[in-house]
């Protein structure tokens, strides 16, 4: 008999579900939600608020795009974290309350390790390429920067990691900076592909070992326009897809060159990308071109994969649900990957 896994992903801005067929997704929805576009980022309170609307419908929708009613559902995938409390504690107990009345079990998933296993989401008649274990993943999001060593579905190891802001929200702040709106990190990969990358130079962090900082960037950019604006008040307008592509080039080398190190440092040559920023087409780009200099095999998630949904956390539970794990009714929540 197959199995059927419910993915359910409540942890930001996106309400998502998703369902598995033996690993095979069947269907993926996705909810985005509107209400924080005024707001320049994410209003926690809000966000719960759509979340609590949203999920029943979400699920719903899921549910019938696979042809499947709840009652064949073999089990249950949820994100536990990390993200927003109020808007995980939905997608928990929406899965509490299914798995409770449906008498299946339920599986936390580490929302990280979704993006981390985005590459192994397999939909019927599209052939796929799996990295091999172990790999490393350049995980990258509005909320993480970090180098992870993946040694098998169920085994992770943080090599390096941001120490303040995380590169997304470098392309968040910046972008709010220099007035282009939110979310910034598509705007200025859009913008940047009209510009010239080496025009201008922004300075790079020295942080030791395989860590990252990208406060500094933010900071260095915000003098610079200052600066410039106090000459030529027209400047962002004259300047902004030059100063989007050098941006860009800038934070795409801070990130580069500390994955190359870690390829080096471990001799593992199977390198994927993860994460919202990860659909950042000059990332992809430059991690394809040092892949074929470097003799790396490099994977790139389908666009659709990269920002937040159920999918991915379908196939993290999936991969746990086959090695037997199964998660107590009372677990809570936890906002930060230190608790998870
Ligand atoms: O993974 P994600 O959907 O949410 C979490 O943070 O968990 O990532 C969202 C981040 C935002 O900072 C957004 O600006 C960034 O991903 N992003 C991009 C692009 N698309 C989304 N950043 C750079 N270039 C893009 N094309």
């Known amino acids: 008999m197959a199995d059927y896994i419910l993915g359910i992903e409540s942890s930001c801005d996106d309400t998502s579900a998703a369902v598995l067929r033996d690993g095979v997704l069947l269907s993926n929805v996705i909810a985005s939600q509107q209400v924080h576009k005024d707001f320049g980022g994410v209003v ?18 899921a549910l019938d795009k696979a042809g499947i009613t709840a009652q064949d559902l073999s089990a249950i995938a949820f994100t536990r974290g990390p993200g927003l409390l109020g808007s995980l504690l939905v997608g928990t107990s929406f899965a509490k309350a299914l798995s409770l009345s449906l008498d299946i079990p339920m599986i936390m998933v580490n929302h990280l390790q979704g993006h981390i296993l985005a590459n192994f989401v397999r939909e019927e008649g599209k052939p796929v390429e799996e990295p091999a274990f172990p790999y490393l993943c350049l995980l990258v999001s509005g909320g993480n920067s970090q180098i992870v060593k993946v040694s098998g579905p ?31 990190g598509p705007v200025i990969d859009r913008l940047a592909k009209l510009g010239d990358p080496d025009r201008f130079h922004f300075a790079k962090p020295q942080i030791p070992g395989l860590d990252y900082s990208f406060s500094g960037i933010k900071t260095s950019l915000l003098y610079f326009v200052r600066d410039e604006l106090a000459k030529d008040p ?85 991969f746990r649900y086959r090695a037997g794990e199964r998660t107590p009714l009372d677990v809570a929540p936890v906002s930060r990957i230190a608790d998870f």
């Open 234 to 318: 027209d400047f962002l307008e004259k300047n902004k897809e030059d100063l989007c592509a050098s941006f860009q080039k800038t934070l795409v080398d801070i990130l580069m060159g500390k994955l190359i190190r870690a390829a080096k440092e471990t001799g593992i040559r199977e390198i994927t990308i993860g994460g919202g920023v990860s659909a950042n087409s000059g990332l992809r780009e430059r991690l394809v071109a040092e892949g074929k200099k470097r003799r790396w095999h490099t994977y790139l998630p389908a666009f659709k994969f990269t920002t937040d949904n159920a999918a991915m956390i379908a196939i993290a539970g999936w």
């Open 154 to 184: 169920l085994e992770f190891e943080i090599l390096g990691q941001t120490i303040d802001d995380a590169v997304g929200e470098a392309f968040d702040k910046c972008a709010k900076l220099m007035g282009l709106g939110y979310p910034g």
């Open 44 to 61: 926690p309170e809000l966000a719960s608020r759509a979340h609590e609307q949203n999920i029943v419908p979400v699920v719903s929708q």
